[in-house]
């Protein structure tokens, strides 16, 4: 499907819309055992709700969800709704994985946690683009992660404008009707199912989209929202008139710049013991040289037991920007560049290499990428064409060396999925919330700017921010004593303080850092 003419000319959904669940039945909640015993402290189940909100007596939508319940019922305030970004993550999944460590016990004594897979995601109807998932991956398989060279942007542009064609032709009626508006009717329908006068919500990145899009529908629903690795909703959606495909107008490419940037010099400053790049030299040297290198030469670790792995120029720039999400995992990510910094390599460093690139890969296994495709492009005005990709990809990447070109390439499906549905909220993004709300960003956020956190609070009457004086995607989630113990003011009192700034409990490239998260995949929230 084609961008309409009334899209390119910005007259889709740009208006306020209408709430339009107020007729909509409010679905009864039968919660049952999630079915495993890792699982036994959360609840699990379906809803269904109407698939357009223009006909709420229609088809309907099945949204799943799950609940950890709170700890102490006698003092349970009510429950906390939560996106982990995307789009296109699941908040099942996320609630099962880091309910109990995201939240501090406070919080959990108040609120039964809640995470809701959004339509078209995980087990909530998913979007799908063929018949089955070894189908899906075998067509991506054969496209590099962005493309770099003219041939490959030729080929890169046909072949991922048939996967775009593909998900419509499986998925199209799923899909425009996946827009943030009708996520955020849904959220209020489950509000109201779990018996909640008002909505206590936490989203990060996409997320913070989720609740400003909640927020401008759902005004006097509000009790308290937290918003963390804000998108700012006008250059998100295209309200402001950017003409660049969405991905890159969010500025996530400059950021993740300035993030590579301290990645470098804490490297270098913690020298060979703690980051293994600074023992082949200066690590801004090393790995400039070693990704132009990978341009014409891919290199191919072959661990023992394992199938080899063939590392691209366009693979390791996916790689170095999901390794920036997590300061615990920058030693592993400068020993993976060391590695393919160098011609030769043990079987050992091979196996840890391998190891780290599939951890990573894990965290981005869900049902299908067209699930992204909804929001990211129902959501947002894009009047590109796909002629114009390379140059605009070549702009782009003359302001961010390397992450330019990947996040403008990103934007690529939106030409053949626009937003046809006028239920999709697209602006003004000017909020009417009179409940104060708690706007978070970190300073060196790879994927949502910090310079996007006060315009993005100044949309809200009564907003306030506060800052973690570190780096992350999302300032708030396992960061330290100092910022949990503002998230949890906010949440139990709905007390916070405009400008309050948190430094890390511990920096990058320390022992401390990789002993206070083992793990690091819990919180996935890239656009």
């Known amino acids: 499907m084609a961008l309409s003419v009334a899209a390119l000319l910005g007259l889709t959904g740009t208006t306020a819309a209408a709430p339009r669940s107020s007729s909509a039945p409010v679905p009864k909640i039968d919660w049952q055992s999630c079915g495993e015993l890792k699982l036994a402290d959360f609840q699990c189940a379906t809803v269904e709700v109407p698939t357009d909100y223009d006909n709420p007596d229609g088809e309907t939508t099945t949204i799943a969800l799950t609940r950890l319940p709170a700890t102490n019922p006698e003092r349970r305030i009510g429950s906390l709704f939560t996106n982990p970004g995307g789009p296109g993550y699941s908040g099942v999944e996320f609630v099962q994985a880091a309910g109990k460590i995201a939240y501090q016990p406070s919080v959990r004594e108040h609120f039964d946690i809640i995470g809701f897979d959004p339509r078209g995601v995980g087990a909530s109807d998913p979007v799908t683009c063929f018949a089955n998932a070894e189908e899906e991956a075998a067509a991506l398989a054969r496209m590099p992660q962005f493309p770099v060279t003219s041939a490959e942007e030729k080929r890169f542009t046909r072949d991922m404008l048939a996967f775009a064609r ?57 009790r308290a929202l937290v918003l963390d690795g804000t998108l700012e909703p006008e250059s998100y959606s295209g309200y402001n008139g950017d003409p660049r495909p969405v991905v890159a107008r969010i500025g996530s490419g400059p950021a993740a710049s ?106 981005e296994d869900y049902p299908s990428d067209g699930a992204a495709l909804g929001p990211m492009c129902v959501d947002t005005l894009n009047t590109f064409r796909p002629r114009d990709l390379p ?21 690529l499906p939106c030409a053949v999925i626009g937003n046809e549905d006028d239920d999709a909220h697209l602006g003004d993004w000017e909020q009417t919330v009179d409940k104060p709300v708690l706007v978070i960003g970190s300073r060196f956020d790879p994927a949502t700017p910090y310079e996007a956190t006060r315009p993005f609070a100044d949309k809200f009457p009564n907003a306030r921010v506060a800052t973690l004086e570190g780096w992350a995607h999302g300032g708030s989630f396992l960061q330290g004593k100092c910022m949990d113990s503002l998230v949890t003011r906010y949440l139990v009192e709905l007390k916070a303080t405009d400008g309050a700034s948190c430094k890390p409990d511990v920096l990058p490239f320390t022992k401390q850092a990789a002993e206070r998260f083992p793990e690091h995949a819990l919180l996935a929230p890239a656009p």
């Not at 023992?279 to 394992?306: A, Q």
């Not at 990809?393 to 934007?411: N, Q």
């Open 391 to 411: 140059a605009l990809a070549a702009a782009e990447d003359a302001k961010a060396p390397h992450f330019g070109r990947l996040r403008a390439w990103g934007g």
């Open 258 to 363: 300035r993030t590579y940037g301290e990645f470098l010099r804490l490297c270098k400053a913690a020298g060979p013991d703690q980051c293994a790049l600074a023992g082949l030299g200066d690590p801004r040297t090393v790995m400039e040289h070693t990704l132009e290198r990978l341009k014409s030469e891919p290199v191919t670790i072959d661990p023992p037991d394992e199938p080899p792995v063939k590392i691209t120029y366009s693979d390791a720039v996916v790689q170095l920007f999901l390794g920036l999400y997590f300061p615990s995992e920058w030693p592993a990510l400068a020993e993976t560049f060391a590695t393919l910094a160098t011609p030769s390599h043990t079987r050992k460093e091979a196996t840890a290499v391998s190891k780290y690139l599939s951890t990573l890969r894990r965290s």
């Open 166 to 222: 593909s998900c419509m032709k499986r998925s199209g009626d799923r899909i425009v009707h996946a827009s943030s508006a009708n996520v955020a009717r849904d959220m209020d329908l489950l509000r109201a199912a779990v018996g909640d006068k008002k909505l206590t919500f936490a989203g990060y990145s996409y997320g913070t989209f989720l609740g400003a899009t909640y927020a401008k529908l759902f005004p006097h629903n509000v």
